[in-house]
């Protein structure tokens, strides 16, 4: 089965590399601040993603994916290029899926596609980029696009394979779909 599932701050390159050597307190502290509540982000969306994962009341678990949209939010606007942002943007990108808002997840899944092009995942964001056009949004146009991209993109990825299959069953009826199962497993 298909599985399915997210860089420093320009201002302290910029700060360093002034030709002032003397670095002002108070700068500093904003510099330990700023870093303390980065990691601070960090921790907590990393916590709210285990707990989104591993909850069985559904009822928190949306609470928790609003809480979890707001603080991915305001991570990946405050630092767009940091190294985190394309994972910070998958866990958003869930958040929303469980929050039944496909757009919004397909918009952060967008941002990581169109800005972090050697994002290691990026084939699976590509994927499921793609399946939720496909099945929750059931605009099978621009699904097909999403599936061709990845395709294009990685041809030798695994994700590459799945989107071909998928690609083939796009447009067929629930019947079509049926009998095409039903063809695979009389042939095993």
Same mark, same amino acid.
């Given at each position: ?24 307190? /108070? !700068? ?7 870093? =303390? +509540?980065?990691? #601070? ?64 997840? /397909? !918009? ?7 800005? =972090? +092009?050697?994002? #290691? ?68």
């Amino acid at each position: 089965m298909i599985r399915v599932l997210l860089f420093s701050v320009l201002i302290a390159f910029f700060s360093a590399c002034s030709g002032d050597k003397k670095s002002h307190p /108070v !700068q500093e502290k904003k510099m330990v601040a700023t870093d =303390f +509540q980065r990691e #601070e982000l960090i921790s907590q969306i990393n916590e709210n993603n285990e707990l989104i994962s591993h909850s069985g009341n559904p009822d928190s678990v949306l609470f928790i994916c609003h809480k979890q949209a707001e603080l991915c939010e305001q991570f990946t606007t405050t630092r767009p290029l940091d190294m985190e942002t394309p994972k910070i943007l998958t866990y958003q990108a869930k958040a929303y899926k469980v929050l039944q808002n496909p757009k919004k997840s /397909v !918009q952060a899944l967008n941002t990581i596609i169109q800005n =972090f +092009q050697d994002y #290691e995942n990026l084939p699976e964001v590509m994927l499921v980029k793609a399946i939720t056009i496909d099945q929750e949004i059931n605009d099978k146009q621009a699904a097909e696009k999403a599936y061709l991209e990845l395709i294009q993109k990685f041809p030798d990825h695994p994700f590459a394979n799945d989107a071909k299959s998928l690609l083939t069953q796009l447009h067929m009826s629930d019947e079509e779909l049926i009998r095409s199962f039903e063809a695979k497993n009389k042939k095993k």
